[in-house]
C-alpha cells in the first residue's frame, strides 16, 4: 500500500524558513513525480512545486519562485520543499504527492495528475 507522509511543518515567523520533507512506504520516490500542494482555510488546493521522474526538471508557481525549492535525497527516498523568506500568506497545509511512472499526464502542478497523497503537515508564519 502506497503511504506519502509529510513532515516539518511548525509555526515560523515572518522571514523564516522551514524545510518540508515527503517519505513513503511501498514505493520509490524517485519512480514517481513528485509534487507540493498547499491548501488555506476556504481556498482551493494550490500546486507549487514539482520534480520530474523523467527528466529531473522542476516546475514552481509564481506565488512562491525564488523562495521554494524542491529536491530529492534518493538514498533516503525523500523529496523536500525548502522554503525561505516565508510569509504570513504561505499560512496553509501542505500536502505532497505522487504520481506513478507509467501516467501519460504532464508533471504539473494540478491536482488531477497526481495520484497518491500525504495527510498534510500544517504551516504557520505568523510574528
Known amino acids: 500500500q502506497v503511504q506519502l507522509v509529510e513532515s516539518g511543518g511548525g509555526l515560523v515567523e515572518p522571514g523564516g524558513s522551514l524545510r518540508l520533507s515527503c517519505t513513503a512506504s511501498g514505493l520509490r520516490l524517485d519512480y514517481y513525480a513528485i509534487a507540493w500542494f498547499r491548501q488555506a482555510p476556504g481556498k482551493e488546493r494550490e500546486g507549487l512545486s514539482c520534480i520530474s521522474n523523467r527528466d529531473g526538471s522542476t516546475n514552481y508557481a509564481d506565488s512562491v519562485k525564488g523562495r521554494f525549492t524542491i529536491s530529492r535525497d534518493n538514498a533516503k527516498n525523500t523529496v523536500y520543499l525548502h522554503m525561505n523568506n516565508l510569509k504570513p500568506e504561505d499560512t496553509a497545509v501542505y500536502y505532497c504527492?505522487?504520481?506513478?511512472?507509467?501516467?501519460?499526464?504532464?508533471?504539473?502542478?494540478?491536482?488531477?495528475?497526481?495520484?497518491?497523497w500525504g495527510q498534510g503537515t500544517q504551516v504557520t508564519v505568523s510574528s
Open positions: 504527492a505522487a504520481q506513478p511512472p507509467e501516467s501519460l499526464l504532464p508533471v504539473g502542478l494540478m491536482v488531477n495528475e497526481y495520484d497518491y
